[in-house]
């Protein structure tokens, strides 16, 4: 992958990355309840956003459509702690992200 600019690396995460999850990016923007399945795939994508790229809390959220900031802080611990090897560690979250990132041609770099 080619060098790109910070809001080309955005559009780039979220495109590929609903691509992979299999979701639309037009309805990322949308606010689902919290039991849905699209919620639910939609916050692997909260700590890609933050940790490869100068977005945002603030701009995550409303990328991601989240009522706030705090619902971000809040998905990327949630993702952390499933990729821990604690014992509330998550193999099908630790296979997800990973997965993910290799999707994207990103590496882990917390």
């Known amino acids: 992958m080619d060098v790109l600019t910070q809001p080309q690396k955005i559009d780039y995460v979220l495109t590929k990355g609903c691509e992979y999850l299999g979701l639309d990016k037009e309805s990322l923007s949308i606010s689902y309840t919290r039991s849905g399945s699209k919620w639910e795939k939609k916050r692997y994508l909260a700590p890609i956003l933050y940790r490869h790229t100068v ?5 995550i959220a409303k990328l991601l459509g989240y009522k706030s900031h705090r619902s971000v802080v809040l ?3 949630q993702v952390d702690d499933e990729l821990t090897d604690r014992v509330y560690g998550s193999p099908k979250t630790k296979a997800i992200y990973k997965e993910l990132l290799a999707y994207l041609n990103l590496t882990e770099n917390k």
């Open 55 to 59: 977005a945002t809390y603030n701009e």
């Open 75 to 77: 998905h990327i611990q």
